[in-house]
């Protein structure tokens, strides 16, 4: 909830500092207005930071300012918001060359600009699109901001409902992995079910995963294990909202 629209900071007149979702709101619509033109095709990603994005497409499309955009959505829940607000949409099957990918992450690591993804259950579908995109454009609060992947937020891991017991254990015994401790993601009483129908497990770590490369590596050789939420060496540059202002990494 906005602070600012509470009755008493509205009435006092008073400045508060910008709440989470205005810095959200202003990371959304900077990527939009610096890294997107007319004519191009953008992939639109998941979660409460890239829906500001997909907002201001959609105004700047609305407004004529933008013109012959066509958009890949990451998730089901991203597409509906697309459409709702009119912007032409097409898959990877017809479009594989994007321009620009705009997408929030879970953590973004400070020096490599490394992601953890997938809070939102969407990093396959993220993954298979911001991999196509000439330009990956994150955009988050600088509460996403860390030093190295693991412990800042539980790494999600996307495998089949066959067998997920077997598969959980063999992620957890993995030797890159080791000492964490995966578990199966729930939603109420039934495990979490991604739009690809798969569920995700967790992975939680107490210290950095020392070797990012060599885990998303051993990850993916489980047979059962469809994808993970490391996304390495794709982030062209990070926008980032602080109560300083917002900064560019690349
Ligand atoms: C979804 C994601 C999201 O980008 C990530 O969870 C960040 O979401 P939010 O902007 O709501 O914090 O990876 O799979």
Request: proline share 4%; with cysteine.
């Amino acid at each position: 909830h906005s602070r600012l629209s509470a009755p008493w900071a509205r009435s006092s007149g008073m400045r508060m500092m910008a709440t989470q979702d205005e810095l959200k709101q202003q990371v959304g619509y900077k990527a939009v207005d610096d890294y997107v033109k007319s004519g191009m095709v953008v992939g639109l990603g998941t979660g409460s930071t890239a829906a500001f994005a997909v907002e201001r497409l959609g105004q700047l499309l609305k407004d004529g300012t933008l013109k012959d955009i066509i958009a890949i959505p990451t998730s089901i829940r991203t597409k509906e918001q697309a459409e709702g607000l009119g912007i032409p949409l097409t898959t990877l099957d017809s479009h594989p060359n994007i321009d620009v990918a705009i997408d929030g992450a879970d953590t973004v690591d400070n020096a490599t600009l490394a992601l953890v993804k997938g809070g939102g259950g969407a990093l396959l579908r993220e993954k298979i699109v911001e991999v196509q995109a000439k330009e990956f454009i994150v955009i988050v609060d600088e509460s996403k901001m860390a030093d190295g992947v693991g412990p800042h937020f539980d790494l999600p891991v996307e495998i089949i409902q066959f067998c997920h017991e077997h598969i959980r254990r063999e992620v957890e015994n993995l030797p890159s992995l080791k000492g964490c401790k995966a578990v199966l993601r729930m939603s109420g009483d039934k495990p979490y079910v991604t739009d690809n129908a798969n569920y995700i497990v967790d992975c939680k770590f107490d210290t950095p995963i020392k070797d990012p490369v060599q885990a998303g590596a051993e990850l993916l050789n489980v047979v059962g294990v469809v994808e993970h939420g490391l996304f390495l060496g794709m982030t062209t540059a990070c926008i980032i909202a602080g109560k300083d202002g917002i900064s560019v990494k690349t």
